[in-house]
């Protein structure tokens, strides 16, 4: 029962950050955007893969943690995108 509960908030979690990486593309602008905060979700969802990892839980909720993971990572793509565009607009 507990997968499930952690699986339903990494879903509801992990929904709003493709939103945020489609908003952030499109703004062409790293200026509302805070790295430090993006890399702590990354930090949260590395501690929680290797919490499946080590307690050899790997089980759908890892896939789960997988997909967020690379969504975030792509977060920071566009992150570092935008303050490249940021600066030729100088």
């Known amino acids: ?24 593309y499109k703004a062409r602008t790293a200026k509302a955007t ?18 499946k990892v080590i307690s050899g839980q790997m089980n759908y909720v890892f896939i789960v943690y997988l997909i967020n993971i690379a969504i975030v990572t792509l977060n920071i793509l566009v992150y570092f995108r935008n303050v490249a565009i940021d600066k030729a607009a100088r």
């Open 1 to 24: 029962m507990s997968c499930i509960f952690e699986t339903v908030m990494l879903v509801c979690f992990g929904l709003s950050w493709p939103i945020n990486v489609i908003k952030a």
């Open 34 to 51: 805070s790295l430090p905060f993006i890399l702590l979700i990354f930090v949260g969802y590395i501690a929680g893969i290797s919490a």
